[in-house]
């Protein structure tokens, strides 16, 4: 079965929730509460699911406006791996092979090519996240 589009329906579901370029905090709130409501809605229509992704773009577009992710260092991502592993420099010198290689790096030496590609093999990430 194929899902048609219905304008008018569209219209009618704009016309109720109004959605609108996010510019506070409260509005982003009441449009991830809807998004939210809409994703977790079972046979969602087609025109819902068309505010949906709407909705979407607006709140990633303020949340990039309001909330941007900054670019980490190759040491400071290599050092949020080893947190979310809960992880030593011990044991990041046995994927280094040097408890000083590791111990430099840990405090924001320069990470070479080889141990970018020794580390992106052990995290299982793309080398350039060290480069």
């Known amino acids: ?45 087609s025109e819902e699911e ?13 949340e990039e406006t309001h909330y941007p992710i900054l670019n980490g260092t190759p040491n400071s991502m290599l050092v949020h791996l080893m947190d979310a592993r809960d992880m030593t420099t011990e044991a990041l010198a046995e994927v280094l092979g040097s408890l000083e290689v590791a111990l430099q790096i840990v405090n924001g030496g320069t990470i070479s090519k080889t141990q970018a590609e020794a580390l992106a093999d052990y995290f299982n990430v793309n080398v350039s996240l060290f480069t």
């Open 1 to 45: 079965m194929t899902r048609t589009f219905n304008p008018e329906s569209y219209g009618k579901l704009l016309a109720e929730y109004q959605p609108k370029i996010i510019t506070t905090n409260a509005e982003n709130e009441q449009a991830i509460a809807l998004a939210l409501t809409l994703e977790h809605r079972l046979n969602r229509t």
């Open 50 to 62: 068309m505010l949906l992704q709407l909705l979407v773009t607006l709140i990633e577009q303020f």
